[in-house]
Nanobody, 122 residues
Framework: QVQLVESGGGLVQAGDSLRLSCAASGRTFRNYAMGWFRQAPGKEREFVAAINWSDYSTDYADAVQGRFTITRNNAKNTVYLQMNSLKPEDTAVYYC???????????????WGQGTQVTVSS
């Protein structure tokens, strides 16, 4: 079992930056691929970014490519999502996710956090 706790959400203006954190506990963090998803009001949850556990390779949704950066610190059991040049359409609840398989973390991860709200005003 893996427990995930997100933090760092808040209210910002368009163009601002924000960094989300996700602290993991339970199983060995370094063996899990990590990801971020988001869900805007009235919309389905969508993939945002993922990072592999072995080679730290990353993947991003087209909507955030070039603006968001996912990183991880295995010593701190934490994954981060640096969000720059935020837009009102980035407003959503952001969820951290984990899976033992990198191929699954961007689709149907096994573990989810409770989410943190990000609101971007225009």
């Amino acid at each position: 079992q893996v427990q995930l706790v997100e933090s760092g959400g808040g209210l910002v203006q368009a163009g601002d930056s924000l960094r989300l954190s996700c602290a993991a506990s339970g199983r060995t963090f370094r063996n899990y691929a990590m990801g971020w998803f988001r869900q805007a009001p009235g919309k389905e949850r969508e993939f945002v970014a993922a990072i592999n556990w072995s080679d730290y390779s990353t993947d991003y949704a087209d909507a955030v490519q070039g603006r968001f950066t996912i990183t991880r610190n295995n010593a701190k059991n934490t994954v981060y999502l640096q969000m720059n040049s935020l837009k009102p359409e980035d407003t959503a609840v952001y969820y951290c996710a984990a899976d033992s398989k990198y191929s699954d973390v961007s689709r149907e991860p096994d573990y989810w956090g409770q989410g943190t709200q990000v609101t971007v005003s225009s």
